[in-house]
């Protein structure tokens, strides 16, 4: 109750700088984190119940063939007899070490998906301030392009009492800033789904984004390097990987539950006009049952879907990882472009500054500014992307 108490209080009040922080704190007060840290502790106990052999039964019992017409007299007949008697089931073969060892297996394939979970939680705080950090760097370009606005505008209304066609560039011009305005509330609601996103992911509230993503340029790094890595990394193989053994120790479980128990039974019993005696004897099934042998033929049918979903989800994420690696390069590519194209517009910009001086039109001037915004807002869409490849690379190597 009180752990529950200070998750509470750190959902309500903690405001984590960093994005680290933020991580940390978020995969701390996940629910279901926590839920799967109970489901290990209950494997684990399992584990060690799993191990012990069945509970013995203890019987106790009289035998009066004299019981409704002298029931009290206990020296009539030879049978009459009054016992106790202890039986236990003894197992022969390795079924329960096997059992024991299927609850260890489970524990550790719970304690993958913690991994696992712990990184799906790093990979959406870290879109959060992707989505949020490129928002802000947005409406810093908004801001200042809304304010700069305002300079054409009064001068198309003062030119427009001149020339008539000005009327309509100042109309566009116009609602060119109040489209400029939408896309800035628009980043504004953007900020507040990051928020939203984390305090739903982590139950952490944060005010703002402090710090950006660090890019690790994957598409510069060895495609064949960051497949090994995958393989020996990626948390979401490793479950795989141990629901492989699993279904294999499932198989050892069927074939061991083929050899049946044996159960030994031992008592005493007391006669009252004859000599007291011990009994013991051991009971063994006339035969197995088809049932366990079926079992292990359904056993050795679910190694064969783990063997194969193990496999698929290898080429999955070989493939996801590849196709995440050329849309990087992709992006970059385009950066590139978008780069050239910006010094393009600057170059541009000084040269109809330069020519305003002698009569060059100052309503171009002007409109190259409206060209340089929307390229810095598409380049500005671009790392967007970039980052959020990253990320999802991130994720496949189980980066927390």
Not at 131 to 149: G, P
């Given at each position: ?128 301030f ?26 198309l ?89 699993l279904?294999?120790?499932?198989i050892?479980?069927?074939e ?34 088809g ?41 970059y ?63 496949l190597?189980?980066?927390?």
């Open positions: 109750m009180r752990k529950l108490y200070m998750l509470l209080v750190l959902s309500l009040y903690v405001e984590a700088q960093t994005l680290q922080e933020v991580i940390n704190q978020s995969i701390q007060n996940n629910y279901q984190l926590q839920i799967l840290e109970e489901e290990s502790a209950i494997a684990g106990e399992q584990s060690e119940i799993e191990s012990h052999w069945a509970d013995p039964i203890l019987k106790v019992g009289i035998n009066d063939i004299q019981l409704f017409d002298k029931p009290f007299n206990r020296d009539i007949e030879a049978m009459q007899n009054q016992f106790i008697a202890v039986s236990q089931t003894i197992p022969l073969s390795n079924k329960l070490k096997i059992s024991s060892g299927i609850e260890r297996e489970k524990q550790q394939i719970i304690e993958e998906k913690k991994e696992v979970l712990k990184v799906n939680i790093a990979f959406g705080i870290r879109k959060a992707i989505e949020a950090k490129e928002a802000e760097k947005n409406l810093v370009i908004l801001d200042e392009y809304i304010r700069f606005l305002q300079t054409p505008l009064n001068l209304i003062n030119l427009s009492a001149i020339e008539k066609n000005m009327i309509e560039r100042y109309i566009q011009t116009e609602l060119m800033q109040k489209n400029y305005q939408l896309q800035r509330e628009s980043w504004l609601e953007k900020i507040a789904v990051a928020k939203e996103r984390i305090a739903l992911i982590g139950n952490l509230n944060i005010n703002s984004f402090s710090e950006e993503v660090i890019l690790k340029n994957y598409h510069l790094q060895s495609s064949d390097k960051l497949l090994m890595q995958l393989l020996s990394q990626s948390p979401e193989l490793r479950v795989i990987s141990k629901l492989k053994e279904s294999r120790q499932n050892a479980l069927a061991a539950k083929t050899q049946a128990d044996i159960t030994v039974s031992t008592g005493y019993y007391q006669r009252f006009d004859r000599n007291d005696y011990v009994s013991v004897a051991v009971s063994y099934p006339l035969y197995v049952h049932k366990q042998a079926q079992q292990k033929v359904q056993a050795l049918k679910r190694s064969t879907i783990q063997n194969i979903s193990y496999e698929r989800t290898k080429v999955q994420l070989e493939q996801g990882l590849k196709i995440t690696l050329h849309q990087l390069k992709s992006l590519a385009e950066l590139k472009i978008l780069e050239r194209s910006e010094i393009k517009i600057n170059r541009l910009i000084a040269n109809a500054k330069i020519n305003i001086t002698s009569g060059g039109s100052l309503i171009y001037y002007y409109e190259l500014f409206t060209k340089r915004v929307n390229n810095q807002l598409l380049m500005r869409k671009k790392q967007r992307e970039v980052a959020l490849n990253e990320n999802q690379i991130d994720q190597l189980g980066v927390i």
